[in-house]
């Protein structure tokens, strides 16, 4: 079945390290995003991506990095410059036979700083 | 983008229509409404969207008033597993690769 994966799906971090999530798509969609969702809010664009090697950011990318390399994949690394990194990270995707604005979602990485 | 309005909250009883509000009053001609819930620690899924006509689908019923500035989203029978929070979304139905932009929602609460 085409879908979204994400690993890991929980995670602990140290403070001061470095974390990368993954996400995977083979839906063949060209456009993949990242959100982040705080407690009890609503999701926050931290970067987007339209095309292979080319990426934006969105509202919170601060301490935040990501590339795309490759279709399929969108990692992003969240870095120690990210004051606050506790959160749930959630990956999306959509292209052209999904219809504009109509995105699939992963199931989400909680990454928890200790 | 136009913004939304909706309640935090709501209940409903199981085996009830849930009728959830979004007000959307500076709405303009090209964007659509969309809908998405999303359900206790997992991803939002896409339910349903639309322009002007009402709208239905297996999942659920969108109901647009003519002038546009509010719609309704309909689920008809709900049942526990609809507990969830539900996304109003309005946006110009651009090539695939927009960002959206998911606010509060609205907490449906199904109650036995």
């Known amino acids: 079945d085409g879908g979204i994966t994400q690993s890991p799906k929980y995670l602990f971090r140290k403070e001061g390290q470095n974390v990368t999530l993954s996400c995977e798509q083979n839906l063949n969609h060209d456009a993949m995003y990242w959100y982040r969702q705080d407690p009890g809010q609503g999701l926050r664009l931290i970067y987007y991506s339209q095309i292979v090697n080319d990426f934006q950011k969105g509202d919170i990318a601060e301490g935040y990095s990501v590339s795309r390399e490759k279709k399929e994949s969108f990692p992003l690394t969240v870095t120690s410059a990210q004051k606050n990194p506790t959160a749930f990270y959630l990956c999306?995707?959509?292209?052209?036979?999904?219809?504009?604005?109509?995105?699939?979602f992963g199931a989400g990485s909680r990454l928890t700083v200790l | 983008d136009a913004k939304t309005t909706q309640p935090p909250s709501m209940d409903c009883a199981e085996g009830r229509a849930a009728n959830l509000p979004c007000n959307h009053s500076t709405i303009s001609g090209n964007e659509y409404v969309y809908w998405y819930r999303q359900i206790h620690s997992q991803g939002p899924q896409y339910i349903i969207h639309?322009?002007?006509n009402n709208e239905t689908n297996e999942m659920a019923s969108l109901i647009i008033t003519e002038d546009r500035k509010s719609s309704t989203l309909i689920l008809p029978h709900a049942t526990l597993r609809d507990t969830a929070v539900y996304y109003c979304i309005v946006r110009v139905a651009h090539n695939a690769g927009d960002m959206l932009t998911f606010g509060g929602g609205t907490r449906l609460m199904v109650k036995p």
């Open positions: 639309g322009l002007k």
């Open positions: 999306a995707s959509n292209g052209p036979s999904s219809g504009a604005n109509v995105l699939t």
